[in-house]
C-alpha cells in the first residue's frame, strides 16, 4: 500500500515538474528595465518588478526571436522562463549570433542598392520567408554579389529549405 502511495506521489511529481505548463518560446522575447527577458508578456514579474533601488519597472522592449542575442550581462525570468525553454532562447542566441555578420553584410548592400529601406530586423524576419529569400538571392546576383549557389545563399544566412 505504501508502495503504490509513493508512486502515485512520485508519478504527479514528475508530471507537475514537465515544463508542459509553459508554452513554447513564441516570435518575441521580452526584456524589462533590468535586462531580464521574459517569454510571456504578462509575467507578474515583468508587469509588477522592481528595480535594484526599489522602483518599479515600467518598460518592457520586445525582442523578435529572429534576432535575439543574449549578451553577457542578461539573465531570464524564474517564473516565466522554463529550463527547456532557456535552452532554446540560448540556441536561438547562439544561430543568430552565428548569421549577423553574413546577414548584416547583405542588409547593407540592398539598402545602399536602395534595395531595401527597412530596419535590419525587418529584413532578417522577411528573409525567413522563402519566396522573399529567393528575390533576394536574384537581387544579390543582380548586383553581383559573390552569394554562390540559392542554396549556399540560403546556408549563408542560416535558413533551412
Known amino acids: 500500500m505504501k508502495i503504490s502511495v509513493f508512486l502515485i506521489v512520485a ?5 507537475g515538474c514537465s515544463g508542459s505548463d509553459y508554452a513554447p518560446v513564441g516570435e518575441l522575447v521580452f526584456a524589462d528595465d533590468n535586462a531580464v527577458y521574459h517569454t510571456n508578456s504578462s509575467c507578474h514579474n515583468l508587469t509588477n518588478g522592481k528595480d535594484m533601488n526599489g522602483h518599479p519597472i515600467y518598460a518592457m522592449n520586445p525582442c523578435d526571436t529572429f534576432v535575439f542575442i543574449f549578451k553577457d550581462y542578461e539573465r531570464v525570468c524564474s517564473n516565466c522562463v522554463s529550463a527547456e525553454e532557456f535552452l532554446h532562447l540560448k540556441s536561438i542566441s547562439e544561430h543568430n549570433k ?63 529549405e
Open 11 to 15: 508519478a504527479l511529481l514528475v508530471a
Open 98 to 160: 552565428r548569421y549577423k555578420a553574413n546577414r548584416q553584410w547583405l542588409y547593407d548592400k540592398m539598402v545602399r542598392a536602395n534595395y531595401f529601406s527597412g530596419s535590419y530586423d525587418t529584413f532578417v524576419r522577411e528573409l525567413s520567408n522563402q519566396g522573399v529569400r529567393l528575390i533576394s538571392y536574384n537581387k544579390a546576383l543582380e548586383l553581383g554579389l559573390a552569394v554562390g549557389t540559392y542554396a549556399e545563399f540560403t546556408q549563408m544566412l542560416g535558413y533551412y
